[in-house]
T-cell receptor, first 115, second 114 residues
Framework: AQKITQTQPGMFVQEKEAVTLDCTYD???????LFWYKQPSSGEMIFLIY??????QNATEGRYSLNFQKARKSANLVISASQLGDSAMYFC????????????FGTGTSLTVIP | GAGVSQSPSNKVTEKGKDVELRCDPI?????LYWYRQSLGQGLEFLIY????????KSGLPSDRFSAERTGGSVSTLTIQRTQQEDSAVYLC????????????FGPGTRLTVL
C-alpha cells in the first residue's frame, strides 16, 4: 500500500482564491509527522508546513494551513489568497517514529495559479 | 548563509560508466539524506547519515549504489555501471539533527544515462 497518496495530478486556481490540495496517508505507527513541500520549476524543494500526529491544532504558516483529520488519515494543504508565485509542484510527505529515518513522499500535485 | 549545494548540476553519461554525485550540506547539520526523483514522480528515499552513526542504506535500489560521508560533512553518492533507469534527479537534503523536522534541500543533480 502507498504510504502517501495524492490523487490530484493537476489543479488550477484563480489568483486570490483559496485552494485545497489533498493528501491521505497510511500508517499504523501512532507517532508520525506530516510535511508539505513546494517544488517550483527551478527544482528546489521548499519546506512549507509540518503537523505532528499528537498536535491538537491544525498547523498554520502564513497563507498555508494543514487540515489534519486524523481519523480519516488525511492532511490536506490549504493555500489561501493564491498568488502567481504559488504555481509549482506540491508534495505531501510523512515520517514515522518507527522508521524515523525515512521520509515517504507522494507523487505530487501540480498547481497552476491563473491570473 | 550558504544552503545545501550539489555538484554537478547536470551529468550525462554513457550506460555502464560510473558516476559520482556530491553534496555539501549546511554547515553544522548532522543529518544528511539522499533522494531520487524520477520524471513526474515523488521522491524516493535512498540513504540517510546521522552524525557518526552507521548510515541507513535501506533505500538503495541495488548494490550498484553506494554513498559515503567524510568527516560528517560532504557526502558522495556513487552509481556504478549506470543503467538508463538510473536517469533521474538526485536530491540531497540536510537538517540540524535527526529529530529536527525541517529538511533543507539542495538544487539536485540531473543524471542522464544514454
Amino acid at each position: 500500500a502507498q504510504k502517501i497518496t495524492q490523487t490530484q495530478p493537476g489543479m488550477f486556481v484563480q489568483e486570490k482564491e483559496a485552494v485545497t490540495l489533498d493528501c491521505t496517508y497510511d500508517t499504523s505507527d501512532p507517532s508520525y509527522g506530516l510535511f508539505w513541500y513546494k517544488q517550483p520549476s527551478s527544482g528546489e524543494m521548499i519546506f512549507l508546513i509540518y503537523q505532528g500526529s499528537y498536535d491538537q491544532q491544525n498547523a498554520t504558516e502564513g497563507r498555508y494551513s494543514l487540515n489534519f483529520q486524523k481519523a480519516r488519515k488525511s492532511a490536506n494543504l490549504v493555500i489561501s489568497a493564491s498568488q502567481l508565485g504559488d504555481s509549482a509542484m506540491y508534495f505531501c510527505a510523512m515520517r514515522e517514529a518507527n522508521t524515523g529515518n525515512q521520509f515517504y513522499f507522494g507523487t505530487g500535485t501540480s498547481l497552476t495559479v491563473i491570473p | 548563509g550558504a544552503g545545501v549545494s550539489q555538484s554537478p548540476s547536470n551529468k550525462v553519461t554513457e550506460k555502464g560508466k560510473d558516476v559520482e554525485l556530491r553534496c555539501d550540506p549546511i554547515s553544522g547539520h548532522t543529518a544528511l539524506y539522499w533522494y531520487r526523483q524520477s520524471l513526474g514522480q515523488g521522491l524516493e528515499f535512498l540513504i540517510y547519515f546521522q552524525g557518526n552513526s552507521a548510515p541507513d542504506k535501506s533505500g538503495l535500489p541495488s548494490d550498484r549504489f553506494s554513498a559515503e560521508r567524510t568527516g560528517g560533512s560532504v557526502s558522495t553518492l556513487t552509481i556504478q555501471r549506470t543503467q538508463q533507469e538510473d536517469s533521474a534527479v538526485y536530491l540531497c537534503a540536510s537538517s540540524q539533527d535527526h529529530s529536527y523536522n525541517e529538511q533543507f534541500f539542495g538544487p539536485g543533480t540531473r543524471l542522464t544515462v544514454l
